[in-house]
């Protein structure tokens, strides 16, 4: 029987016949890097092969183009590797998953809310059987709610009716009852019970935010994050949705991937304040339209094929047990409304979170991440679109690219006139790479510099130590390897730039063609959510020509949009209703069969503010 040992982890895996590295890796729910979900095009997945008995599948040809001479140092892809026989693999740190710097806060242009939970307790006496009387007692409890509280004819779930006996038994004082929007009874407490509970979750593709909150007083008590475990399946939504098509149990992988996600961070919420989870009584969730099919165990094919249809739309309430979730056993979990196939719940929780369509104010919202989820519009009309701008805004796709990680390059300043470097990390240690934010900055500051051109170019008159040329073309060192934590030149190349101009065309010419359709003219606010939306300079997004209007409008970053937007329907149940008239009311404007959008998408990929921008349209 051959064996994996993965270090630096001291894991191990046995298998009769062959096994993938990258399969090996995923089944043990090791950290490892795979933007490109094991298609062997990123190169990131590097692993090191310290000790080998038996066959092992010769390089790819694509492993050649990517790794280069690493290969005579032992260097593998993991997904494009498989031994016949045991080996001692280690997945260098430039290959792991780190834990992130995950936005989780919100601002002043977020949306206020009036405390109004779908579940509510209530506290009452309820009388004691007697040999003249001997009622049961589910009849005598519901007897005393209806008298109490007027709450009539409801219903008790099974694993509220096993605790129930012992509830009335132990404390002759009475009960607490938590009931789910006056219908259900979700759970019983011996007594007068401090505390109603529940957990509001963002499930976004790279990233999960679970916010724990107090529905009495409407406070956030808690929250956590974490990478999302099913990124070893792919960056994108569109890996992640093939992989489900290519490999047999995918689908239930991912789906369990996400649910042990759900449960380890509201153990953690809950251990920190000193509740049990059992005792959270409701949840909430969001995501995009594939996370959503992803967390229910519904197949997502039909979003990777044209019309793009989901499954469902409307908003639903799902049993947390059902779902595998390990809060309180009779708990109910909502998932808000998707609109479309590209367009999901976390746009219209950030609908919610924003009010803009409450506002008389035209403003355009723009998630800037792999999907580009645009809602442009105010209390008259919305209408929305998602461009496939790509992973570059979250550090995919970029040579040096990673998360918003310790050691991330986040902020980038070049001297004009001697072209030297200052920049920023994540928590001031020194550089590993470029998050999205930082590499914005480099590509506006060399804009600003002359040394990037209006076709994305680099300018060949420019005569620097920094410029030069490179295993992919032309390329500007933005850290040397002695001044880096990992003693190689960090640098920003050709091919970079080529993956920004493409990623801040689609969200130009998406939210241009929104325009277009709508007759909206001058917009006045642009708010700018997720992570990398909250973290960019603004003057930096002007200067790359990230969207329209950025001269005359407002800018914000407005946080976790998304996951605010579930914390309100969490607190308010007249939210939900809300998000589903919003999701109903709201245009939609699928872009992948659009002519038009294919001409603005060519037509936007210059950076207008570059110096030879006239010039450039001439040639």
């Not at 996400?258 to 059992?278: F, R, Y």
């Not at 001044?483 to 091919?495: H, N, R, S």
């Not at 209007?549 to 946080?559: F, K, L, N, P, W």
């Not at 996951?563 to 607190?571: E, I, K, T």
Request: proline share 4%; with cysteine.
């Amino acid at each position: 029987m051959a064996s994996i040992w993965f270090l630096p982890f001291d894991k191990e895996i046995k298998s009769e016949n062959g096994l993938g590295i990258m399969h090996a890796a995923v089944i043990l729910r090791l950290p490892i890097y795979s933007t490109c979900g094991a298609k062997g095009a990123c190169g990131k997945c590097r692993v090191i092969i310290e000790k080998i008995e038996g066959p092992i599948s010769p390089p790819s040809d694509r492993e050649r183009e990517l790794l280069g001479a690493l290969l005579e140092k032992g260097f593998r892809l993991a997904c494009e590797t498989v031994l016949q026989g045991s080996a001692v693999v280690r997945i260098p740190e430039e290959s792991r998953i780190k834990r992130q710097i995950i936005l989780t806060a919100g601002n002043e242009h977020l949306f206020s809310v009036r405390l109004l939970p779908d579940t509510e307790k209530y506290y009452l006496n309820v009388e004691t059987p007697t040999i003249d009387r001997p009622t049961a007692d589910r009849e005598r409890l519901l007897r005393a709610l209806e008298k109490t509280y007027r709450i009539k004819k409801s219903r008790l779930d099974p694993f509220v009716l096993r605790k129930l006996p012992a509830a009335l038994s132990s404390n002759p004082k009475g009960v607490t009852l938590s009931i789910w929007r006056k219908t259900e009874i979700v759970d019983i407490v011996a007594g007068q019970s401090a505390g109603l509970y529940g957990v509001a979750a963002d499930i976004g593709t790279t990233t999960v935010v679970v916010y724990l909150l107090d529905l009495e007083k409407g406070q956030e008590i808690a929250v956590k994050t974490a990478t999302n475990p099913q990124i070893s399946f792919g960056d994108d939504v569109i890996s992640r949705i093939s992989s489900c098509q290519r490999q047999a149990g995918a689908l239930e992988t991912q789906r369990a991937a996400i649910v042990q996600c759900l449960n380890a961070l509201v153990e953690e919420a809950s251990s920190e304040v000193g509740i049990d989870p059992t005792r959270i009584v409701e949840m909430t969730a969001v995501g995009n339209t594939t996370m959503h099919h992803l967390l229910l165990g519904i197949d997502p094919g039909g979003l990777s094929r044209t019309p793009y249809p989901p499954v469902l739309q409307d908003s639903q309430d799902v049993k947390a047990r059902d779902l595998g979730l390990e809060i309180g056993p009779s708990a109910y979990v909502h998932l808000l409304p998707l609109k479309a196939g590209f367009v999901g719940s976390d746009a219209m929780a950030g609908i919610l979170a924003t009010g803009i369509h409450r506002s008389k104010t035209l403003s355009l919202l723009i998630d800037i991440g792999t999907n580009g989820e645009i809602v442009l519009g105010n209390k008259d009309r919305l209408i929305c679109c998602s461009t496939a701008a790509g992973p570059a805004f979250e550090g995919g796709h970029i040579r040096w690219g990673m998360r918003a990680e310790t050691g991330a390059i986040e902020k980038v300043k070049l001297d004009p006139r001697t072209l030297e470097v200052k920049i920023e990390t994540i928590d001031n240690h020194r550089p590993v790479g470029l998050c999205g934010s930082g590499v914005i900055a480099a590509v506006a500051e060399m804009i600003r510099s002359g040394i990037i051109l209006s076709r994305g170019n680099f300018n060949k008159d420019i005569d620097a130590p920094r410029l030069r040329d490179g295993e992919q073309g032309r390329e500007f060192v933005l850290a040397w390897a002695e001044e880096t934590a990992i003693g190689q030149d960090i640098v920003l190349t050709q091919k970079d730039v080529s993956e920004i101009q493409m990623a801040k065309s689609a969200i130009y010419s998406g939210t241009l063609l929104l325009q277009e359709i709508s007759g909206f003219e001058q917009i006045q606010r642009i708010l700018l959510a997720g992570a990398c939306g909250n973290y960019i300079d603004p003057l930096d997004a002007c200067k790359i020509g990230l969207f329209p209007g950025g001269d005359s409008a407002r800018i914000a970053g407005v946080g976790n949009a998304a996951g605010y937007g579930a914390c309100l329907s969490l607190l308010n149940r007249n939210k939900r209703k809300e998000a589903q008239k919003v999701a109903m009311t709201t245009s939609y404007q699928e872009l992948a069969a659009s002519d038009r959008f294919q001409d603005l998408f060519i037509s936007n990929l210059f950076f207008t503010s570059a110096v030879d921008y006239d010039e450039g349209l001439r040639d």
